[in-house]
């Protein structure tokens, strides 16, 4: 099947999208020397978690897309989470992020 140019590419930056997230997930593993989830050692698919969310600088989601230095150092504070280890410590953070708000605008 001939491809068009645009259709070619399609394909091809989402299939080094997936390539880079396999790796990305294998590094955070190997990293932090587990198997299995960081909080749970449950299987996975893992998602890629900011052990502080306070020194995220940007989404690695996006940055799979990006030059892959960048990738790397955002990797360093990051660990893979199952699912729903991911869903608990992301609705902990959140009312963190949220008490920090709000303790700044009553010191404002
Ligand atoms: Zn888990």
């Keep these: 099947m001939v491809k068009t140019r645009k259709q070619y590419m399609r ?10 997230r396999r790796v990305a997930i294998l590094f955070l593993l190997i990293m932090r020397g587990n198997d299995g989830c ?14 502080d969310p306070a020194t995220k600088t940007d989404d690695p989601s996006r940055l799979l ?24 410590k992301m609705k902990r953070d959140g009312a963190e992020l949220r008490r920090e708000w709000w303790a700044r605008r009553r010191a404002a």
């Design 11 to 20: 394909a091809y930056c989402a299939a080094r999208y997936h390539r880079r």
């Design 38 to 51: 960081a909080l749970c050692d449950g299987p996975g698919p893992f998602v890629i978690d900011h052990v």
């Design 65 to 88: 897309t990006r030059p892959l230095r960048a990738l790397w150092r955002e990797l360093r504070g990051c660990q893979a989470l199952c699912g729903a280890c991911n869903y608990e």
